[in-house]
């Protein structure tokens, strides 16, 4: 059973739009959220984490948005550029053991 | 900056065949995963390991072992591949177990097909 979502396996913006990237969960014991960006025939690099304490995280243009009532998180990039065309997948973790990922979005920022 | 580098890019084998992948983290980390990723799955873990020779099961074990006898080192093995192991596959590492900045690295993948 999956534990960490995401609905939209694809998403295509403007360059210089937002880019918004949704997940959500359903184990209310995860307490650490992390944002993943993997291009093709590459390993995935991490982009931004959040722990549950937090309901908001920025780092330059990324800021990731957690809402523990919903058991959602999203990512917002802004703006977009077409060198952040790539799959983004969502992990999650209690205490920081064993982490669950999505199935990610592939982000296309058309120029 | 982490450094988690899997021995193989590309590997070929048989049906059959023993298959080993290997990975090594020059950091020091306590532990160390390994996940297949296919399409419309995501990252599903395999293993993964919180000190030497200490190895727990992941999500999806069968058809698979480890071993971890080097901090540094951790390597997956296919006992008897076959076809439906063709995936890519990832080694990840973390500093330690617990606590909220302590993010996976991972290498660069090893893209294993079993003809």
């Known amino acids: 059973d999956q534990q960490v979502k995401q609905n939209s396996p694809s998403l295509s913006v403007q360059e210089g739009r937002i880019s918004i990237l949704n997940c959500d969960y359903t184990n209310s014991m995860f307490d650490y959220f992390l944002w993943y960006k993997k291009y093709p025939a590459e390993g995935p690099t991490f982009l931004i984490s959040?722990?549950?304490?937090?309901d908001k995280n920025e780092d330059g243009r990324f800021t990731v948005f957690l809402n523990k009532s919903a058991k959602h998180l999203s990512l917002h990039i802004v703006p977009s550029q077409p060198g952040d065309s790539a799959v983004y997948f969502c992990a999650a973790s209690a205490a920081g053991n064993q982490f669950y990922f999505g199935t990610g979005t592939s982000l296309t920022v058309i120029p | 900056d982490v450094k988690v580098t899997q021995s193989s890019r590309y590997l070929v084998k048989r049906t059959g065949e023993k298959v080993f992948l290997e990975c090594v983290q020059d950091?020091?980390?306590?532990?160390m995963f390994w996940y297949r990723q296919d399409p419309g799955l995501g990252l599903r873990l395999i293993y993964f390991s919180y000190d030497v020779k200490m190895k727990e099961k992941g999500d999806i074990p069968e058809g698979y072992s480890v071993s971890r006898e080097k901090k540094e080192r951790f390597s997956l093995i296919l006992e008897s591949a076959s076809t439906n192991q063709t995936s890519m596959y990832l080694c990840?590492?973390?500093?330690?177990?617990?606590?909220?900045?302590?993010?996976?690295?991972f290498g660069n993948g090893t893209r294993l097909t079993v003809t």
């Open positions: 990840a590492s973390s500093l330690t177990t617990g606590g909220y900045n302590s993010p996976l690295h």
């Open positions: 959040i722990s549950s304490i937090k």
């Open positions: 950091m020091d980390h306590e532990n």
